[in-house]
């Protein structure tokens, strides 16, 4: 699993777990990626995919579906590992089910019915990375209410008039889960839904200012991440990411190529 899986509600919790923006093509995590990431993806499960035997002692209990998803999102990542140049090890759960990459790596998983992905970066050029999917289907009733701040739901009502058929609600859901997932490596800490607030351009960006003191990369505070997203194939796919301070670029810059920014 990634960082522990936040429920909507009060607070967030500890687990026990393509238009303007268009998703469907190839490599639809790597267009979304900050520069400097590479990325994997599949659309089903690999007949061939396997696990490390310190991954198979970690699954040891699971269910069945839990077993293929773990395998698939880590076949991903072995992919990605090595566009990254760098060596497959075990990718073993650690701390509130976080994964433990390899050193000097930093990196993401995602998976949901029909994807699964996983998304790699060097440490030294992206502090940390987040990708998340979720099924183009709206949210249940009154979670909106749980995860999103009033800027937040009267820009989804502006979204759905400028662009019906979306689930603006669920791609909100999503941006939350990718910047929480670039959040928690950084800080070891859960991030609650409205301890951010992201605003989504309908042209497949998204902007996320952090309403808590953020983590500190390099000597500066990270107070604001950019994103992309897209749809398609029933789906939604976010991706954000921490630059290091060397790698920061101009806000101008920042929000036109959409790679995070440190203020």
Known sequence: MEPPERRPGPAARDPARCRGGRAG??????????VG??????YDDPPGAR???????AMAHAVASRRQEFTSVRHCARLAL???????EPLVPGRLGAPRW??????????????????????????????DAEPDRPLRPGMPESIA?????????????????????????????????????????????PEAEIRID???TFRAVLLVPGPVVGGRAVRVLHGRWAAGRGLLVTATGVPQPA?????????????????
């Open 102 to 131: 390899p050193d000097g790596v930093s990196g993401s998983m995602t998976h949901c019915a029909g994807f699964r992905a996983a998304a790699v970066a060097r440490a030294g050029v992206l502090a940390s990375v987040g990708i």
């Open 247 to 263: 790698r920061a670029i101009s806000r101008t810059r920042a929000a036109r190529e959409f790679t995070p920014s440190l203020l």
């Open 37 to 42: 990431a590479v990325g994997a993806e599949v």
């Open 149 to 193: 701040l009033p800027a937040e739901r009267a820009r989804l009502a502006e979204l759905s008039l400028e662009r019906p058929g979306l689930a603006w609600d669920r791609l909100l859901f999503s941006a939350k889960e990718a910047v929480y997932k670039a959040w928690f490596p950084l800080t070891g800490r859960l991030l609650d839904f």
């Open 51 to 57: 696990l490390h035997p310190a991954e198979e002692a």
């Open 82 to 88: 090595a566009r990254l140049g760098v060596g497959y």
């Open 202 to 204: 309908a042209g497949g």
């Open 25 to 34: 093509g190839p490599a639809v995590i790597g267009a979304l990626l900050p």
